[in-house]
């Protein structure tokens, strides 16, 4: 994917967070419009959960995404309060270096802004690699590994279907 907006959210690396040694992992997040990023996944049963019905992970995992929620939510809370001290009638600039915004668009009101904050959170909220990775139980490497049919080595083991 191109052109995908990442948020480091936070790194966790505490000893012994997993089973096989040593295991650092950063999470992000981002907020896509899954019509215009199709996965290329093919052979996996994977499903999307609401994040309110997940109530245990593997490892830290559930550490880590109640991270990623916490995160969203604080973010949430200080875009409520810029809003709420802003006049909705102020222009804002439309970026013309970002490919999809529109050249004949000078300004944007921060009311249009609000709103499309709202539309574009309701659009993409939840997608969050963790979950993914729960539900498969595999990383984003191991599932490449089994799509493109790497061969297994001693760091990596492709990811396959249970039986």
């Known amino acids: ?18 089973p096989s040694g040593r ?3 950063t999470a992000y997040y981002s907020l896509i419009d899954i019509k215009h990023h199709k996965l290329q996944l093919n052979q996996n049963e994977l499903h999307w959960h ?10 830290d995992h559930k550490k880590i995404l109640d991270t990623c929620l916490n995160r969203l939510r604080e973010q949430n809370a ?12 102020t222009p804002v600039p439309v ?6 915004f529109p050249k004949d668009v000078a ?10 904050l709202v539309e574009e959170l309701t ?5 969050c690699d963790i979950i993914r990775e729960s539900i498969d ?11 493109l049919g790497w061969p297994e080595t001693d760091w990596i083991k492709p990811w396959r279907k249970s039986a």
């Open 1 to 18: 994917m191109e052109d995908v907006y990442l948020e480091q959210v936070h790194t966790f690396g505490s000893v012994g967070r997993h």
């Open 23 to 25: 295991v650092i992992t």
């Open 50 to 59: 609401s994040v309110h019905d997940i109530k245990k992970l593997a490892f």
């Open 78 to 89: 200080e875009t409520l309060a810029l809003f709420a001290a802003a006049d909705l009638d």
């Open 95 to 100: 970026p013309q270096e970002v490919p999809w």
């Open 107 to 116: 300004n944007w009101s921060v009311r249009w802004v609000a709103m499309h």
């Open 123 to 127: 659009r993409h909220a939840g997608h």
């Open 137 to 147: 139980g595999a990383t984003m490497y191991e599932l490449m590994a089994g799509i």
